[in-house]
């Protein structure tokens, strides 16, 4: 469960910076 949670945090850090590129864009 553990690694799930850190997987998740990951997803959602690499899903923000992804948004963050597109709209300096």
Known sequence: ADSRL????FTLKLLSYSVNIIVDI
Do not use: P, W
Request: hydrophobic share 25%.
């Open 6 to 9: 850190l997987e998740t945090e």
